[in-house]
């Protein structure tokens, strides 16, 4: 069973910067390929970025690439998202999630999420 908490959500202007972070219980965080997804308002939850379980691979959704960046420290347990120029449509409910023995992301095939981050944007 693994646990995981998002932090670091919160009011942002347009243009500005957020790191979110998602800790994780459990001593065999390695063994999960990690992932960020979002979820705006009256939207589906979407992909935004993944990283394998050793860090070496990452890999993001079209609408954040060259803006977000997902990093891991398995020594502490903890998957960060980073976000820079932000924009309006990046408000969203930013979820954190795992999946054991694989680097194969797909929102069906997730084992754990968290509860979620509440990211805005205003413009």
């Known amino acids: 069973q693994v646990q995981l908490v998002e932090s670091g959500g919160g009011l942002v202007q347009a243009g500005g910067s957020l790191r979110l972070s998602c800790a994780a219980s459990g001593r065999t965080f390695s063994n999960y390929g990690m992932a960020w997804f979002r979820q705006a308002p009256g939207q589906e939850r979407e992909f935004v970025v993944r990283i394998s379980r050793s860090g070496s691979s990452t890999s993001a959704a079209p609408s954040v690439k060259g803006r977000f960046t997902i990093s891991r420290d398995n020594a502490k347990n903890t998957v960060y998202l980073q976000m820079s120029s932000l924009k309006v449509e990046d408000t969203a409910v930013y979820y954190c999630?795992?999946?054991?023995?694989?680097?194969?992301?797909?929102?069906?095939?997730?084992?754990?999420w968290g509860k979620g981050t509440l990211v805005t944007v205003s413009s």
């Open positions: 999630a795992a999946r054991l023995g694989t680097d194969l992301i797909t929102k069906d095939g997730m084992d754990y």
